[in-house]
């Protein structure tokens, strides 16, 4: 077996989130062929330490706790002209953590998991896993924000773009979360080898067959995510102050519950006796499994949502923005919505209709189990690396 160096932002572990979901899978089955080590930033307890079953398998680890504030990482891109996404994650100590692993190891191959990390590549055959197109999320924030955060959002995603270009000419491979986002790289002038690995889903985990609902009476809609992340609050509130009304008239018995950690006091103010913000939760799936019906109503969208395969997995019905289902393959086991009108009548039909979805699991896996989705990635990796 031959020595692969992997670069993540944030530590693939607890897998409780989009990206980490993506990196731990990826991680697990790199692990299988290569030695690898494993350097990454770690910003709560949670992620300082191993879990039991990648500890065993991993030939080395270095966990860098991150605490670089954004004023700081905001002043030092200001003064070096640089994206604030990269001064961010400049430390010293992940650099030479990096360097400490080249200086023991030949290493073969590298994966770096989001574009922060690609300011500690060399020029050992690399993989770069963009996994979204993160300048084009800074431009759309920019089109929907006040004048101080619009200049800000406008600079990174200028920034960032020409750095996003920059890497994926010098690496050996750059990968996107779908071919919808590899299409729009392509589309800002990005070049080099752009290739499509999507993201799978823990069929057998997400069965609703072995998981207990949270108790509660009533029907329930669900939204899970980390709700620190401005996009996941502007759909959380579009749903509750515009959507929720609506659907009130004809199900004024629906309740809506908000899942995730860290929900700010935007989201909090939004809590009611028809609104659940529930904050961390040991386990989404028994929220997913008590769920009448899953929503996804995200203006601002990249790639593969995990929260749509995680509610299709677990036979939701799921009623889903445009932008939201984009990039996922669900062949119509999903309901796909525009307008708040349009979003609260899907919401309606799905709460009248029948209370599980089994097309959607069975769509789940026929076309997004983990082992098919990454064997595009060992090919890729095997030719790079010889």
Not at 284 to 295: D, F, G, K, S
């Amino acid at each position: 077996m031959r020595d692969l160096l992997f670069l993540a932002h944030r530590a693939p572990f607890p897998p409780d989130r989009g990206d980490k979901i993506r990196s731990y899978h990826i991680l697990r089955h790199l692990m299988r062929d290569w030695r690898v080590h494993l350097c990454a930033f770690a910003e709560q307890d949670s992620e300082a330490v191993v879990p039991p079953e990648l500890a065993g398998g991993l030939a080395s680890h270095q966990l860098i706790r991150r605490t670089k504030k954004m004023p700081l990482a905001a002043a030092q891109a200001l003064a070096t002209g640089k994206p604030i996404s990269l001064t961010a994650f400049a430390n010293p100590a992940m650099a030479a953590a990096v360097d400490a692993v080249r200086a023991r190891h030949s290493v073969a191959a590298t994966y770096i998991f989001s574009g922060q990390m690609a300011q500690y590549r060399t020029d050992e055959p690399t993989v770069m896993d963009m996994v979204d197109v993160d300048s084009a999320k800074f431009a759309s924030l920019a089109q929907t924000s006040g004048m101080l955060m619009r200049t800000v959002y406008t600079r990174e995603a200028r920034l960032l773009g020409a750095y996003e270009r920059q890497v994926a000419a010098s690496v050996a491979a750059t990968l996107f979360v779908s071919e919808a986002e590899a299409d729009l790289f392509r589309g800002t002038g990005g070049r080099g080898r752009i290739v499509a690995v999507e993201n799978g889903i823990d069929a057998a985990r997400y069965d609703p067959g072995t998981v207990e609902p949270v108790a509660g009476d009533g029907p329930l809609i669900v939204f899970t995510g980390q709700m620190d992340y401005r996009p996941n609050i502007d759909a959380v509130t579009r749903f509750a102050q515009h959507i929720l009304p609506l659907v009130h008239k004809a199900r004024p018995d629906a309740r809506f519950a908000i899942v995730g950690r860290a929900p700010g006091p935007a989201v909090r103010r939004l809590a009611s006796d028809c609104v659940i913000v529930t904050g961390e939760v040991a386990d989404t799936r028994t929220w997913l499994a008590r769920a009448a019906v899953c929503v996804a109503p995200l203006d601002l969208a990249r790639g593969i949502q995990n929260k749509l395969l995680e509610a299709m997995a677990m036979a939701r019905p799921v009623v889903a923005s445009v932008a939201a289902a984009h990039g996922i393959d669900h062949d119509g086991t999903i309901a796909v919505a525009g307008n708040d009108r349009d979003f609260a009548a899907r919401v309606i039909a799905a709460l009248n209709g029948p209370p599980a979805n089994p097309a959607a699991r069975a769509r789940v896996l026929a076309r997004y189990d983990w082992t098919a989705r990454l064997a595009p990635l060992d090919l890729l990796l095997k030719d790079i690396a010889s």
